[in-house]
């Protein structure tokens, strides 16, 4: 199960306070950074892997609403506020729920379940993404992709007939990979199990024959999936 980064940004220490213990209690959500003020948090964004944001919407600096048109589509919400009236205003930025405060676990816990079958259903859906590379936007096919490696700052995304140097981290790449045929081998390869021509006990071989170590660290979860 992949974990959801989850950033809060809410101007009150106590519902910022309440949201992390919440976090806390779910498996699948990993907390990454708390804001008290939204301006931050969007550079943070900017800089850094996320994915879900808790938002309030009223906030002195900037609104939860404002926040979200900045960012747009780069992250899905949920929203945290004490007022009802939003709600509507909110739906149309396609959010992910709606918890008005005071906020149960228990139904923080049912909002959290919504995000997992949303990130599921986006990537059961999606079969390719875009990345930047020469200065150009790419599409890529998830099928095409033979294996990817992390150089440096860079990752190698490589095709059939194609490489791309991305600027971008294996991390940040695996997030948007449909778990169903990528793997990470090693901490400087995942690789496309469709792709996989043999196995041997410290490598393997991705069509045509390009070999790929196996890392000790990753072994047992790659024998698991493809088993």
Do not use: W
């Not at 979200?68 to 899905?76: S, T, V």
């Not at 890529?140 to 981290?169: C, H, M, P």
């Amino acid at each position: 199960m992949k974990t959801i980064k989850c950033i809060i940004v809410d101007d009150e220490p106590l519902a910022i306070s309440l949201l992390e213990n919440y976090i806390q209690e779910i498996p699948f959500l990993e907390l990454v950074s708390s804001n008290e003020n939204p301006i931050e948090a969007l550079e943070y964004i900017q800089n850094n892997e996320a994915d879900l944001v808790f938002l309030d919407i009223q906030m002195p600096e900037l609104t939860g609403i404002n926040f979200m048109k900045i960012l747009g589509d780069k992250m899905k919400y949920i929203l945290t506020t004490a007022y009802s009236e939003y709600a509507l205003e909110g739906y149309e930025h396609n959010i992910v729920d709606y918890l008005l405060k005071p906020i149960s676990l228990e139904r923080f816990r049912k909002s959290a379940v919504k995000a997992q079958e949303r990130f599921s259903l986006g990537k059961q859906e999606q079969n390719h993404f875009f990345v930047k590379s020469s200065g150009r936007q790419h599409r890529i096919i998830f099928d095409d992709i033979l294996y990817i490696e992390s150089i440096r700052d860079y990752v190698n995304i490589k095709t059939a007939d194609e490489e791309f140097i991305v600027l971008d981290t294996l991390k940040s790449l695996e997030q948007q990979l449909p778990e169903s045929s990528f793997v990470r081998i090693h901490k400087s390869f995942i690789v496309n199990l469709n792709q996989i021509k043999n196995i041997g006990t410290k490598k393997i071989i991705i069509n045509p024959e390009y070999e790929i170590p196996i890392g000790e660290n990753y072994r047992m979860n790659f024998l698991t999936r493809i088993k």
